[in-house]
């Protein structure tokens, strides 16, 4: 199997595949580097032998190398799921922003982007120009809204299967991820493969015991979260929370993020997507990703005069705000005006890169820098990976067990050394797999 990994071999972020066949090439994901893990924007290979693209969901160490893929020349067809098309506009413009680029120089890119997307819907195989009888087909990956697993069917029928991002089991937001019947060759995410999540059954509860923590000191609960996937399930575990009495009608639900909120519209647009649990609750008449009580923050002033509201008053508060590994965005200016008090609670729900201002604080230290300044760190800092958007080891394990096929090689890929290697021995142990390679 000739595949070149233009990134996320040996490591978490900067997911890009290049699958060589006889008859031309796939690019599965085109992703952007992230914390410790730095790598290029420009795009180092020649670009005139990929035939296709192939995106397995709109998360930035996915996509945001995009971009640089087009200024290199590629012309070439984007096959997505329809979420994702809808999705990825979205994350580059705001990727571009942040990068400083002007809006003319941003809308030319994404006039680009739109011309050369080709949505698809799951569970169809679709024909690809990359030799004669190469087929692809999207199936869904349950990690965020959009996401997909590929299946590849080569000129002789040989099933080549893409894991991207998968989401772990028992979510109620999205349903949980199926095993394909047939994989010869699985190329398979390892995040997670030597840890195991808490469990998402319980996940509520212990949200619930932080934030009344926090109420009872007169506190805010500062959530770093990713503007795709992660806001949209606590706001989920919130609205029950509120609807069940175990929060107070009147506390303010901040998001402060206009991306999240975008996004969470997106999510409202294609609830078809969503889980049974979440498509009963609309039945119901309930709002999960709208509820009275969440307020949303559009402009840079109104940001600024809530933190600095939230930073002198002793008022409670639960603030949403994007980036999830506090490497910018608005979240920054929370920590920095709130980490000092005591009765501030940072809540981390999701995996945080070497080297972002995330993971730093999760080892609790006294300080930090946070723009060239040292700030104090005093507010309680816990973690919950019940809501990771990535499956766990058993997650894994039991997404590889269900192949009814012989699998000959498992590849891992998008997971550290450790991660890599524990998953391994987990996978060598199973009777359809005959190989496995980190």
């Not at 296709?52 to 067809?77: E, S």
């Not at 997909?148 to 069917?153: F, H, L, M, R, S």
């Not at 008053?313 to 200016?333: D, F, H, K, L, Y």
Request: proline content about 4%; hydrophobic content about 40%.
């Amino acid at each position: 199997m000739n595949v070149i990994h233009h990134g996320a071999k040996h490591g978490v972020t900067g997911s890009c595949h290049q699958l060589n066949l006889p008859g031309g090439s796939l690019l599965v994901d085109c992703g952007r580097f992230q914390g410790h893990e730095t790598g290029a924007l420009d795009i180092d290979f020649d670009v005139t032998k990929i035939n296709a693209l192939i995106v397995t969901h709109a998360h930035i160490d996915h996509v945001g190398r995009i971009p640089w893929l087009l200024a290199a020349g590629y012309r070439g067809p984007i096959y997505l799921t329809h979420a994702s098309q809808h999705l990825l506009p979205l994350m580059l413009d705001d990727a571009l922003d942040i990068e400083g680029l002007a809006a003319k120089a941003r809308e030319k890119i994404l006039a680009t982007l739109t011309m050369q997307m080709q949505p698809c819907d799951y569970k169809r195989w679709v024909p690809i120009e990359c030799g004669k009888g190469v087929t692809v087909r999207f199936q869904p990956a349950g990690h965020i809204l959009g996401s997909a697993y590929v299946e590849i069917n080569d000129n002789d029928n040989t099933r080549i299967v893409f894991s991207g991002d998968l989401g772990p089991n028992q979510t109620p937001l999205l349903p949980d991820p199926q095993s394909p019947n047939r994989a010869d060759f699985l190329f398979l995410e390892s995040t997670y493969g030597n840890r195991k999540h808490q469990s998402i059954v319980d996940r509520k509860a212990r949200l619930a015991n932080i934030l009344h923590d926090a109420i009872k000191n007169q506190g805010t609960v500062i959530i770093p979260a990713f503007s795709v996937g992660r806001t949209q399930e606590l706001l989920y575990d919130i609205e029950q929370l509120i609807h069940s009495h175990e929060l107070s009608s009147s506390l303010p639900i901040i998001v402060d993020s206009p991306m999240a909120m975008k996004v969470t519209d997106s999510y409202r647009l294609f609830k078809r997507l969503w889980g049974n649990e979440a498509k009963h609750r609309v039945k119901s008449g309930r709002h999960p990703l709208a509820f009275e009580q969440c307020i949303t923050i559009d402009s840079h002033e109104q940001h600024l005069a809530i933190v600095n509201q939230l930073a002198s008053t002793e008022q409670s508060a639960i603030v949403v705000a994007a980036s999830g590994m506090c490497t910018g965005g608005r979240v920054v200016n929370y920590l920095k005006a709130l980490l000092p008090l005591a009765s501030t609670e940072v809540l981390f729900c999701g995996y945080q890169a070497k080297g972002t201002l995330g993971s730093e604080l999760v080892e609790a230290p006294n300080n930090v820098q946070i723009d060239d300044q040292s700030v104090p760190v005093k507010a309680s800092i816990y973690t919950m990976s019940g809501y990771s958007a990535h499956a766990d080891q058993a997650d894994l394990v039991s997404f590889v067990r269900s192949i009814k096929s012989s699998i000959q090689q498992v590849h891992l890929i998008h997971g550290e050394t450790k991660a890599k290697r524990g998953l391994k021995s987990q996978l060598q142990a199973l009777a359809n797999v005959q190989q496995v390679i980190e």
